[in-house]
C-alpha cells in the first residue's frame, strides 16, 4: 500500500488550498483515511479523518475551516483548507488505517504567509 499526497504549497492568511492523497496498491473496505500535521518542533497532530462510512473527524483548531472528503472509486482522500493561518504552516501527512494496519504518505509541506 502506498499513499501519495499532493497539493501543497505557499499561501498567504485567509487564503485557500486543497490537499489529495491517492490510496495505491490492495485497498479493503472498512478503512479510514484521514490527515495529519507536524509544525517545526511539534509533535504530530490530527487534523481530520474520514471512515468508511463518511463520517467526519476534526481536529479542534481546524473546525469549521477545512474539510474532508473522499472518492471511493477513485481511492482518493481530500482536505480542502479554507481561511489559512500562519499557524496552519507544518507538513501535512496522509493516513491510513485498514486491518489493524497504518499506513503513512511522504507529507507535503503547507506554508501560510502573514
Known amino acids: 500500500v502506498q499513499l501519495q499526497a499532493s497539493g501543497g504549497g505557499l499561501v498567504q492568511s485567509g487564503g485557500s488550498l486543497r490537499l489529495s492523497c491517492a490510496a495505491l496498491?490492495?485497498?479493503?473496505?472498512?478503512?479510514?483515511m484521514g490527515w495529519f500535521r507536524q509544525a517545526p518542533g511539534k509533535q504530530r497532530d490530527l487534523v481530520a479523518r474520514?471512515?468508511?462510512?463518511?463520517?467526519?473527524i476534526y481536529g479542534d483548531s481546524v473546525k469549521g475551516r477545512f474539510t474532508i472528503s473522499g472518492d471511493n472509486a477513485k481511492r482518493t482522500v481530500y482536505l480542502q483548507m479554507n481561511d489559512l493561518r500562519p499557524e496552519d504552516t507544518a507538513v501535512y501527512y496522509c493516513?491510513?488505517?485498514?486491518?489493524?494496519?497504518?499506513?503513512w504518505g511522504q507529507g507535503t509541506l503547507v506554508t501560510v504567509s502573514s
Open positions: 474520514i471512515l468508511s462510512n463518511g463520517a467526519t
Open positions: 496498491g490492495s485497498i479493503f473496505s472498512g478503512n479510514v
Open positions: 493516513n491510513l488505517l485498514m486491518r489493524g494496519q497504518e499506513y
